[in-house]
Each structure stands twice: as C-alpha cells, then as structure tokens.
C-alpha cells in the first residue's frame, strides 16, 4: 500500500505527477517514507503476511532446533550411552606384577577414575570348584557391577550381601542352579574349605559374563586372584580413552586402557545417522518454506501488481522497487528468525528432555546461524516476487489489462 503521504507532494493542479516524479520519489526512498510503507504493505496484505510469517517461523523454529541440538545432542546422547554399558576395558600390561602380590598396581588407576569421576567396575577372577565342577568366580562391588552392566538381563535379584551370589546363564543350565538355592565354592589352592552362597538371580548377558559366578567377595582373604581387570565408562570415545592411557603412562602405570571397538563403532554409528537424517529432514524443511513462501510471494506481488505499477508512473527505480520488496521479505525474515530461535529452543528443551531427562544447554551460536539461514530463503524467495514485479507494465496494469 502507498502512504496517502506520498501524493500530498504533488500539486493537485499539476497535469503530469511524474514530472520530477523520480526526484520526488527518490527523496522520500531516502527519508522516513520507505519505513512506512514497508509496514501499511505487510498490514494492508495481512493474510499473506501472516501464512508468509508462520511458514518462515516455523523453518526459523527447526533451524534453531537441529543447530541447537547438533551441538548438545551429542554430549548428552553420548553421556546417556554410556550409562549404558562399558566402551573399555583396563588391565595390567603384565600378569607377572599382580601374582607378585603388588598392591599399588591399581592405585594410580583408581586415583585417576575417582579424578575424572568415572564409571567403572573392578573385577577380581579366580577359577574355584562347585559341585565338582571347575567354575571362574569374579568378585566385584554389587554397586559398581550394577553401574556397568544394566543391561544385563536378572532373573531373580542381583546380590547385595557379602553372602549372596549372582550366577550366569550357562553355569545355572550346567549346574541346574536356580535362585534361592545355595551353593558350596571350594578353593582349588584348598579343597577342604567350603564358603557358601545363596544364589539370588540368574544372568543373561550375551557374553562371557555368562559363564562365571559373580560374588561381593572372595571366598577366602588370603585367596589371590589369577586376574584382575576392569569395566570403564569413559566419555569421549577413543580420544578419552588415549587422553586416559597418556594420563596412566605419565604416571608410570602398569594398567593400560583397551577400547570395546565394537561398541565405540556403535556408537559412532548411530550419532553419525542421527546427524544424516537431521540434516535430510532440515534440508526438506528448507525446501518446502523455499516453495510455500515462494508461491505467497508470488500471489502477493500479483495482487499489488496496480500498486507497483502506479510506484514506477510516479517515478520509482526499478533498483528503489527492488530494494523496496526485499526489505519487505528482510523484516519479515528478521521478525521469523527472532520468534523461531526463541520457539526452537523450547522445542529442543521439551525433546531432549523428555528423551534425555536432561536439560538442554542453550546454544548461542544457534542464533546467528537461524538468521542466516531464515534471511538466505528469504532473500532467495523475495527474488521470485522481484522478478515478476519487475516484468509489470505500468500502463497494461493500470488499465486493469
């Protein structure tokens, strides 16, 4: 719409209002008029305003949402793997130091996890008889091993007292154990001593893990395990785990760290795809805003097209048209930007959330990159209704032809 403002600089007795039309015009593009008009146009055509508004609001909403998340999605999904299970495994370089009885071989180690605040489990493997049968017994923390291994599957409960026992699917099928029974673990250095254990739940793990009896403690104090080794949770994949191993090595440790290249590639895997269909589903978002403000636009000049022609018979530039639009397309970019940045965090908090059960980190950064972007299309589908605008003939449109 063109302000009445602008006709009131013309004579009303003057036969011809473009003569020094372009001068006029031109003064008022360069003063205070251009900002008026630019808001009674997007009042005046208030419907396409308002679909144009809510479609790059949208897109600006999901800009925001997948930049913020790319950029915390991540930590907190890596964070939330790796309660899931261990991605490493520490063990001495040598077995020789610990049948030596050295005690300090883990300190170091048990120094650094409790400064990185790591998840970890000891264990402590010995091969004992039950029921005549040589069977590996792993002592370890109930609370530590319960960190590690939730996703082992427990028929019964996992055992808590120092006389309570966990039993691995294979060992309960060999020795037709059930929980609630009670077992006798013979020391193979001493056959004569029997401690026994009440078995409270039955295993099923998918490894190893199967295939051993799981205590809180040694059946004797004076028992020296034949292994000891741990299950680590360390953030940061492989770069933690090198972080940790140069970390142990200045310290002059005999434990070194060996990633689970299976689980590290897993997860690798997964964060890799869900960038992939992130970057697929911004990418069709972009496209669709691109189209529907495109064809709005379009109608848009279409029914101002009387409008922009009565702006060139008064003496508008083509250049003075073309900034005019796309400052039109620019404030409303600037606007849909603003509220989508705004309306995409609280998304991301809700999603990661309700997913992570952790609060999303506000991402900075996600502000400029949405204005970008939102302006880019902007810019990019204000060049659509620039290009029809300019192919109106003033005195065709004028006529109504």
Not at 26 to 52: A, D, P
Not at 67 to 79: G, I
Not at 206 to 211: C, L, N
Request: aromatic residues 6%; proline residues 5%; contains cysteine.
């Amino acid at each position: 719409m063109i302000p009445r403002e602008v006709f009131s600089f013309f004579p009303r007795d003057h036969p011809d209002p473009t003569n020094g039309g372009r001068k006029i015009f031109g003064h008022l593009i360069g003063e205070e008029m251009i900002g008026k008009m630019v808001r009674e146009s997007l009042l005046e055509n208030i419907r396409v305003t308002g679909w144009t508004l809510v479609a790059l609001t949208t897109s600006a909403a999901l800009v925001a949402m997948f930049v913020t998340m790319s950029f915390d999605l991540e930590r907190k999904m890596t964070r939330t793997l790796r309660k899931l299970g261990p991605n490493a495994v520490a063990s001495p370089h040598f077995l020789s130091a610990e049948r030596e009885g050295n005690l300090d071989l883990w300190k170091e180690f048990e120094d650094l996890v409790n400064r990185e605040n790591m998840a970890a489990a000891k264990l402590s493997l010995e091969v004992v008889t039950v029921r005549g049968k040589p069977i590996v017994l792993a002592m370890s923390d109930p609370g530590e091993l319960a960190r590690m291994t939730p996703y082992w599957f427990v028929s019964g409960d996992r055992a808590r007292a120092g006389s309570e026992c966990l039993v691995g699917k294979r060992v309960a099928r060999l020795l037709t154990l059930e929980p609630g029974m009670s077992i006798g673990v013979h020391s193979t250095s001493d056959s004569n001593e029997v401690t026994h254990y009440t078995i409270t739940g039955i295993i099923v793990s998918g490894d190893e893990h199967e295939d051993r009896i799981f205590v809180p403690q040694l059946p004797s104090p004076s028992l020296k395990p034949r292994l000891t080794y741990a299950l680590l949770s360390v953030p940061g994949g492989e770069e933690g785990i090198e972080r940790l191993n140069a970390a142990l090595h200045k310290a002059q440790s005999a434990i070194e760290i060996k990633p689970l290249r299976e689980i590290l590639h897993g997860e690798k895997s997964t964060l890799e795809k869900m960038d992939l269909l992130s970057s697929i589903a911004l990418l069709a978002v972009l496209v669709l805003t691109v189209l529907g403000v495109s064809s709005a636009l379009l109608s848009r000049v279409v029914e101002r097209r009387k409008e922009f022609a009565l702006l060139q018979a008064i003496g508008a530039t083509k250049r003075s048209l073309i900034g005019f639009l796309l400052l039109e397309g620019v404030v409303m970019g600037a606007a849909a930007s603003i509220g989508g940045f705004i309306l995409g965090t609280l998304i991301s908090e809700i999603m990661v959330r309700q997913i992570f059960h952790v609060s999303v980190t506000p991402q900075v950064i996600a502000f400029p990159i949405t204005c970008m972007i939102i302006l880019g299309v902007t810019l990019l589908t204000s060049s659509a209704g620039v290009i029809r605008a300019l192919k109106i003939e003033p005195a065709l449109a004028l006529r109504g032809e």
